[in-house]
C-alpha cells in the first residue's frame, strides 16, 4: 500500500551543530535500513529546498505512522501524507 | 531527469458522454506509450480523488513540456510541477 | 484501518431537478448498504453546510478508492482523504 | 451534540523533557478521564503527524470549550472546531 | 447556545430576475421569522459586500443546521460556522 | 456604528506568569470599562480556541482604533476588523 | 472617515456587449459624481488587473455600503474593505 | 509614479524597550522627510492593527526599493507592493 | 524599468475553435512586436502549465499597464506584477 | 535549461552582526562567481523587499540543487522553483 509523504525539514537556528550532525547521521542510518526492508520505497530531494519527497510501502497506517514518528528528523519536520493507488492507466 | 507532477482531472459538466470517453481512450493510450518509452517511470491514482501523481523521467523541461502539454486531457488539468533530485540517503 | 474522508457537495445549478433527486437517492442507497457492510463506520453531516464527515473503515487504500470513487455524487464532490491511527491514549 | 475537534501540537524547542513528560502524562490521564465520561466519543492520530482527530460529545458549547481550554497541551494546540449533525443517511 | 455564521451570497449570473425576486422575498420572511422566534438574535450586512453575519440563538446543532439548511437562499450560500461561548470578562 | 473585531491571543511561551496575570487582569478591567462605557457591545470566547469576537459600537474609524490599539493585550493579538451595517432584514 | 476599497472586475464572458458597454459608462458616470461629490477621494487602477483600489472619505460605514452596493458594476465586483486612520506620523 | 505598498509591522518579543523607542522616532524623522520630499504623498494606519498602508511617487522602482529598505523599521516589516495608474474614470 | 509578470491563461470551455485560434495569431503577432520594440525583454513558458513568464522592460506603470491590458487574451489572462531592481550582487 | 528561483531571505533577529555581513560577502562572491560562470542568467532584487528571482541556466535538476544548495543563505532562505521553457512566441 502505497503513501507519497512531502517531508519540510525546518532545523531550528539555535540546535548545536554536534547535535544536528549526529541526528543528520541517525536518519541517514534510519532511512537506509528502511529502504532495505522495502518500507521506504523511494526517495528524492525536493530541487533547491532542504525538503523530500518520500515512498512509503506499507500494510497498513499504523505502520506508516511508526515509521515517520520514529525518523529522528521527526521533531523538526512539516509532513503531507497523500494515499496513492494503482492508476488504470499504470502498465505496471 | 525526474519531475514529480500532480494532476487535478477537472471534467466541466458540460462535456458530451461520447467526448469524454473518448478523450479518455485517447489518454489511456498516449500515457501507457509514454510509459513504455519509459518517459513516465510511475503513475499513481490519488486516494479518493479524480487527480494522479505522475513521475515523469526525461531530458529537459522541453521534453517536459511537450509531454505534458500533449496529453489528450491537457485543457481539464491543473497541474503542479516539482523537480527533484537523488537524495543524499538513498541506496539506489 | 481508518479514513477520515470530508466531502463538499458542489450540485451545479444547471442539473435538472429530477437528475438531482434521483442522484440523492442512489447515495442514500449506496450509503447505506456501505454503513451495513462496515466499509463506512460512521456518516455526519457538517452543520450549517452542505458537506459529511465519512469515517471509512476499510483495508486498504484500493479498496477505499473504489468505495469513494463509485459513489453516485462523487462528480460533483471535493474530497480530502485524512489517514488515521489508533491515537495511544485512546481507551477503546 | 457532537463535535469534530482537530488537534496539532506544537511543542517548542525550548521546553525542558521532565516538563514535556509531566504535560504528556497529564494529558493522557485527563484524555482517559474524558473518554470514560463519555465526553470524547472517539480519538484518533493523524497519520504521520503530531496531531489528533477527537470526536466531542458534549451537551452545549460552554462544556466543549471548559474541556478542550482544560486539556493539559493546550497552550500548545492549534486547533479547529466543527459542529457535527446526524447525517440523513446515516442508519445509527 | 450562540453561533456566529458568516453568510457569502452568490447569485448565478443566469438566475431570472422573477425567481430572484421570489427567492429574496421568502428569504426576508424566513429571516424575520426566526428573529421574531429568538433564533436569529443579530443580522448584519458586511459592508461593501452582498454578505452578512448572523448571530444564531439554538439550543442544539440539530437546530442551528435546520435553520440554515431551510434558508431560501441556501443554495447559493458560502458559509462559515464558528461556535461562541460567554467571555470570562463579559459583563453581561 | 458597529464593526465586529476577531482577536486571536498569541501568549509568547517566554512571557514569565506574574507579567502575563497582570496583564490579564489589565485586560479584564479595561475590556469591563469598555462594556459599560458602551463601546463594546458584545463580546464572545470562541469555542476551543483562546480567540474573541467582539462587537465594537464606535463613532468613527479614530475611535475604533484608538480602543483596539490601547487594548493591555494588543501587541499579542493577531486582528481582523469586518465593518458591519444595519441587515435590510433586520427587525431591530 | 476613510476605507480603502480593493475592487477586482470580473465581467462573466457570457455578458452581451452592449450591456457591458452600457455598465461602463454607467460605472463612469456614477464613480465621477461621487468623486465630485468628494466621496470617493481617490481612484486608481492596479497596473496590468482589471481591478481598482478606490479611497472613499464616507461619514459612517451605513454611506460606505450604500455607495458601494449602488455601483453599476457591484454585482461583477470582488471587494475587500479596510478601514483607515490617520497614521501618527503623517504630516498632513 | 505611484505605488501602494502595505507594511505590517512585526517587533520582536525580545526588542529592547530603548532600541525599539529609538527605532520609532527615527522612523518617524524618516517618513516625516519622505513626506516633505513628495515620496510618500500619503500614509494612513490600518484600523486595529499595526499596520500601515503608504502612497509612495517616485521616478522608478529603484527610488521605490532605495525609499523602502532604507526605513529604519524594515528588518521588522512584511511589505506587499502594488504599483498603481490614473484609473480612467478618475477626474483628477 | 523591470517588471516581471506571470500570465495563467484560463479559455473558457465554451469559447469557440476560430475565435480562440484567431485569438492566438493576434497575440502571437502582439507579442512579437513588442519583443522587437524592446518592451517584453524575455518571454518564458512554465513548463507543464498554459502560463507564462513574461519580463516587461518599460518606462513607466502607465505604459506596462498600456501594454498588458491590450494583449489579445486579456480577458482571459490572471496575472500577478512584480516590480524588479538591479540586484546589489548582480554583475549586469 | 532554465528555471525561476524566487528566494526570500529571512535573517533571525538574533544572528550576530558580524556572522551576518561575513554571511553577505560569501553570498555575493559564490553568486558573482555563479553568474560569471553563466550558472546564474540574470539576478534581480523584488521591490521593497528582501528578496530575489534568480534566473538559473542549468544541465540538469542536479546542478541546479547543487547551485542552490550551496548558497551561503540557504539556511535563511525561503525558496520556489519554476521550470521554464522557450515560449513558441519568443523571437529570440
Redesign the interface.
Known sequence: ?????RMKVN?????AADIKSDLFSK??EY??RA??DGKIA?????????A??CLFDVD???E??EL??NLPL??YLD?E????????????
Chains 1, 2, 3, 4, 5, 6, 7, 8, 9, 10 share one sequence.
Open positions: 500500500m502505497l503513501f507519497l509523504v532545523i531550528p537556528d539555535t540546535l536518519e541517514k532511512s537506509q529502504q532495505k523511494a526517495l528524492w530531494r525536493v530541487s533547491g529546498q532542504f523530500n519527497y497498513s497506517n499504523d506508516l505512522h515517520i514518528s521527526f521533531p509532513i501524507v497523500t494515499a496513492l493507488n494503482k492508476h488504470p492507466n499504470s502498465i505496471r
